[in-house]
């Protein structure tokens, strides 16, 4: 009901919200080796796509490998939905 009113109010992000509920659901083999090996390969396959989403997540790749130790912290919290973003990432994005 609440998507349907948002995209009603022209205030849905389509392309984020379909990322959102099905992740990166190519086909495609991943050509570019995961750089941590605490990144399922799912969740490297999501970021790959994620890094292409939107101008806000334009770079995340590098960051997260120039500051690995940093997205490890976060990565290893007991609620890391509550914690900040390495990387500026918090006030970069939206609450969705």
Not at 4 to 21: A, K
Not at 43 to 61: E, M, Q, R, V, Y
Not at 76 to 95: F, I, M
């Amino acid at each position: 009901m609440v998507t349907m009113i948002m995209d009603g109010d022209e205030s849905l992000n389509r392309i984020e919200l379909d990322f959102f509920l099905k992740g990166n659901t190519s086909l495609d083999a991943i050509e570019m080796k995961k750089p941590f090996p605490w990144i399922s390969e799912n969740a490297w396959k999501d970021i790959l796509k994620l890094d292409n989403l939107n101008p806000s997540w334009t770079g995340f790749i590098e960051n997260l490998k120039a500051n690995g130790t940093e997205f490890k912290k976060w990565y290893d919290l007991e609620t890391p939905e509550k914690a900040d973003l390495p990387c500026g990432y918090s006030q970069k994005l939206n609450s969705f």
